[in-house]
């Protein structure tokens, strides 16, 4: 079964938030709305919890450069907001006292915020590559984000090394001739090398040691949530985020991912459930998720999770062999009462 890349989405909220601002555009929507994306991504760039696919990161890209008419606009992106514009990747490496110990915050972190988006250190002698595991591919938007990422590793090492450092070398998976290149190689000030399996910087010994003082290491990174990796889990986290403000239906979700409806309902049924039930699922979670949470009445709860009426929100709940929507609130309040009772906020009602 085919896999399909998924990446944070809070990986593009600071990249089109200041695109729409730059371009003077009337919002985030227009971005993606000349993408072709799900409007309700606007709302899924606030969430570190909420996945998309690589490839919507992929278009964005493309439409935001078009917008600002910028041909490198993931370098672009780098020289006005440095680090930040990956911000999710790199949140915390600025954080820390040494090189080394912000490369492999970004490798652990990077596993957590998607499942094929990977930066790894391989060393070599003297010398380390740091780059990606796997190439993007050769679409104008994957070399945006490749661009993108690799000046932003130029700018991180240089907030260690100082702002004269350069690599060794940039070694990138596009092929000379393209007309991609130049920016980047002046912007890390040394030279290029194309066609490699994938992109990465070359940085020696001296460089992966350095030091900014004045910086006490940061604190462990706190655990975030996996990135859905198998089929099933990437078709629930778009379901998840499309029921944001909109009817959900199978040509949205297929056309998100790159793929057909009808393709997509194939592999679904190869993995032994359906579109239908996986979009019951999720509504039902998030009508348990308030049953718990608020005082709501029932039916009203029902309306915004997409049911005319307690009656048919308790027939969901059945489908599921879930307890009736009143019996499970009362039970999870009582467990969620049975909790040790944790230190409330200042100025807090109990």
């Avoid at 278009?59 to 514009?85: H, I, N, P, T, Y």
């Avoid at 991609?180 to 040394?190: I, S, V, Y």
Wanted: proline share 5%; net charge positive; glycine share 8%.
């Amino acid at each position: 079964m085919r896999s399909f890349p998924m990446v944070s989405a809070s990986s593009i909220g600071a990249s089109v938030r200041y695109v729409a601002k730059r371009a003077g555009y009337e919002g985030v929507e227009t971005v993606l709305r000349r993408a072709r994306l799900p409007l309700e991504m606007a709302g899924a760039t606030q969430h570190d919890s909420r996945f998309i696919p690589l490839r919507s990161l992929f278009l964005v890209l493309e439409a935001a450069g078009d917008a600002a008419k910028v041909r490198d606009f993931g370098l672009e992106l780098v020289r006005q907001r440095g680090v930040a514009s990956l911000g999710s990747l790199f949140r915390d490496c600025e954080r820390v006292a040494e090189l080394s110990t912000a490369l492999q915050g970004a490798c652990w972190a990077s596993k957590s915020y998607s499942n094929h988006l990977h930066v790894e250190v391989v060393r070599s002698g003297e010398f380390r590559r740091v780059g990606l595991a796997t190439s993007l591919g050769n679409s104008r938007g994957a070399r945006q984000l490749t661009d993108l990422l690799l000046a932003a590793l130029v700018s991180l090492v240089r907030r260690f090394a100082g702002s004269s450092w350069r690599p060794v070398s940039v070694e990138t998976d596009y092929a000379s001739g393209t007309g991609d290149g130049p920016g980047l190689a002046n912007f890390a000030e040394c030279p290029l090398v194309y066609g490699r399996p994938t992109a990465a910087l070359v940085i020696d010994d001296v460089a992966w040691h350095s030091r900014t003082l004045g910086l006490e290491h940061a604190e462990p990174l706190t655990h975030e949530p996996v990135p859905p990796n198998d089929l099933t889990s990437v078709v629930r986290e778009l379901i998840r985020l499309c029921l944001l403000d909109t009817e959900c239906t199978l040509l949205v979700v297929a056309r998100t991912m790159g793929i057909s409806a009808r393709t997509l309902q194939r592999e679904l049924n190869a993995a032994g459930c359906t579109f239908r039930r996986l979009v019951v699922a999720e509504r039902c979670a998030r009508a348990a998720e308030l049953l718990v949470e608020t005082r709501s009445a029932i039916g009203d709860i029902a309306l915004s999770s997409g049911y005319s009426s307690h009656n048919h929100l308790a027939r969901a709940f059945k489908s599921l062999d879930l307890v009736p929507p009143g019996q499970y609130r009362s039970r999870m309040g009582k467990a969620k009462a049975s909790e040790p009772i944790k230190s409330r906020p200042a100025n807090r009602p109990p």
